[in-house]
């Protein structure tokens, strides 16, 4: 069932028991070079992915991670990261993993080969098809994933896999099918390793295309960071200064008084406008602050 690469032996790492420390860690090196291109080699599935993905958000649905082990603890770390990057609710992006917050920390023996846990993590989500329903394993063989995928074709989700096993289970039950290869582990079958790696990349890109698509970036600034500490307010007057022009503690200023909301900022700023008109306009073009300018500059 688990015939996978990931279990294979490496032979660039046969002797990594017998090797100097400076080579040991110049393989591990090696192989997650590998693992870079696999991703790379994935880059169209990802897109077709990420504007599915996109366009679920504009329904109003859901990013959902399904994922056991290491492929779970990845999902949630990512799910975690989006809300004080992009300011979206924590219930936009979700991870979940088998045998639940007990399991980001310990291992949970057979988690992933219990498809009744999969069924309660479903059914406690409350899923429709405007969510997207993502599992996440090495294998892509785990009854837990396999599980939550059949069950969200039976709810007309679109459904996407990530793995790094062509042979995948889970290939059947995906709209989009995300396999990078990155083959055999520097050591055998510890999928933490570059399966993990190749994992990291492809959700990075999942959410961080997707909060661009759906206006959460300004060029490349982060303008609806959430700035829940001092560093990120630093960030929030930086970008709003550097869209607009003004000084930083002017900046600093206008976010003090509109409670730290950057895209306001900088339309009160560059516009003069409250936070009313500033708001009914971001409303208007779904948050793309590209097309506020153009609509306002004419």
Known sequence: MYNSDTEKLNQNTANIDISATADIVQMINNEDFNAVKAVQKCLPQIAKAVDIIADNFEKGGRLIYFGAGTSGRLGVLDASECPPTFSVPETMVVGVIAGGNYALRHAIEGAEDKPELAREDFERLNITENDTVTAIS??????????VLKLAKEKNCKT??????????????ADIFICAETGAEAISGSTRMKAGTAQKLILNMLTTASMVKIGKVYKNYMIDVKPTNEKLKIRAAKIVSMITGAPEE?????????????????????YNLDTAESEKLIAENKGILRKIFEQLDK
């Open 250 to 270: 002017k900046a600093k200023e206008v976010l003090l008084q509109n409670g730290y909301k950057v895209k306001q900022a900088i339309l009160k700023i560059r």
């Open 138 to 147: 090495a294998s892509g063989n785990a009854a837990y994933v396999v599980e």
């Open 160 to 173: 996407v896999a990530v793995t790094s096993n062509k042979n995948a289970l889970t290939k059947d039950f």
